[in-house]
């Protein structure tokens, strides 16, 4: 069967050492060694978990503020009136209404990454969470995403916030940064992330938690990290 990856990529990938796990600072150096688009590409985390997502007590999902961000530019938007609307434009959001917005968004016209609502707009922002949901952009209360204080919320997400959540094999994609972050700013952010996923461990989860972690650029290989490393991830 062909190999349907192209020469740069498996050039890369041979250069990473087979069974060999990395510590979370040999990782993120060889990741962006071995980055060879001509974009910047983002760099992102998979965290295989002991988990059985079919258990409602098992289903991981949550956001954090990486330290350094994500390199990436988030456009927000929020459903909000009044005193809510003026603070989340004086902090940054890039789309801000209320029936006019969901009007919108009803026309296909979504040009935002995030989204934020009050409690009080959730009554009409639920007509819409069937175009929202898919995308990943419906406001949720346990993600903090609905809430009075949208200002906090609004220089959140613009700062670096994350979402994390485990798909049905109990796998959590993360960006940890760009290609172009040196790796310090890369392991830091891994860092935040792993005590994180530690911190969410559901009571309920039997065996061995943490099965794998790999980190990989967008067009690269993955490259196992050493899930045993948990304290001094600078560690070289």
Do not use: W
Not at 134 to 140: I, Q, S, T
Request: a positive charge; charged letters at 25%.
């Amino acid at each position: 069967m062909a190999n349907k990856h192209g020469k740069k990529f498996r050039a890369a990938e041979s250069k990473v050492e087979a069974g060999k796990f990395y510590t979370p600072l040999e990782a993120a150096k060889l990741v962006k060694e071995l980055a060879s688009a001509k974009f910047d590409e983002t760099v992102e985390a998979h965290f295989r978990l002991g988990i059985d997502t079919r258990k409602a007590d098992q289903n991981i999902r949550g956001s954090i503020s990486l330290p350094h961000g994500t390199g990436k530019t988030v456009r927000v938007a929020v459903f909000a009136e009044g005193a809510q609307a003026d603070q989340a434009a004086e902090a940054g959001a890039d789309v801000i209404g209320s029936d006019e917005l969901i009007a919108q968004i009803q026309k296909g016209e979504i040009n935002f990454d995030a989204a934020i609502a009050t409690p009080m707009m959730m009554a009409k922002v639920g007509r819409i969470g069937k175009i929202l949901g898919p995308r990943g952009l419906m406001p949720n209360p346990k993600l903090g995403t609905v809430t009075m204080d949208v200002a906090k919320m609004v220089s959140e997400l613009k700062a670096g916030r994350v979402e994390y959540r485990a798909d049905r094999y109990g796998i959590c994609h993360v960006p940890l940064g760009k290609v172009s972050f040196d790796e310090q700013k890369l392991v830091e952010n891994y860092a935040a992330l792993y005590t994180e996923i530690l911190r969410v461990k559901p009571a309920s989860a039997k065996g061995k938690y943490v099965k794998s972690i790999s980190i990989s650029s967008t067009m690269g290989p993955g490259v196992k990290v050493d899930s045993a490393i948990q304290r001094n991830f600078m560690e070289a």
